[in-house]
């Protein structure tokens, strides 16, 4: 047994010749094979930008081809998740011909975000970009004071 850097296996296997022996061969084609589904790749992993200015936090995650009403965003203890469920089922029938296709499948991501004003969070969903400001609170400036040492 050996291990390889998580990454690295696609690059490497690619230049070496491949064998019908190769265990790692066969897993890499049968799970990179166009055919499977997004869960068992890595490209499921929702891409998410946060910027941050003086008053906001703002987060802008992609989801193309997600409706609305399968987002639940939460904010617990400065923990921040956005995740997706989704079930789809398509059921289509034409003369001798049919066709049912079923997909399901959830992902999420989690972020810390101190100091945020709950009550104020706005999101919007649009074009597939869901959009999240996250006003923050007002930081006091803690004054120093010197003790002195008797």
Do not use: H, W
């Amino acid at each position: 047994m050996f291990l390889v850097p998580y990454g690295r296996r696609n690059k490497s296997l690619s230049q070496r010749p491949q064998s019908i022996f190769d265990m790692d061969s066969m897993f890499d084609n049968f799970f990179g094979d166009s055919f499977v589904p997004a869960v068992f790749t890595k490209d499921n992993q929702m891409k998410v930008d946060i910027k941050e200015n003086e008053k906001e936090y703002i987060v802008e995650a992609d989801m193309p081809g997600i409706k609305k009403e399968e987002i639940n965003v939460e904010l617990n203890n400065d923990r921040l998740t956005i995740s997706v469920e989704q079930n789809e089922e398509i059921n289509e029938e034409k003369e001798n011909y049919i066709r049912r296709e079923r997909r399901c499948g959830s992902y999420c991501r989690s972020f810390i975000v101190e100091n945020v004003k709950n009550e104020e969070i706005e999101a919007k969903f649009e074009n597939g970009v869901l959009s999240l400001t996250l006003p923050k609170k007002d930081v006091e400036v803690k004054k120093i004071s010197k003790i002195e040492i008797k």
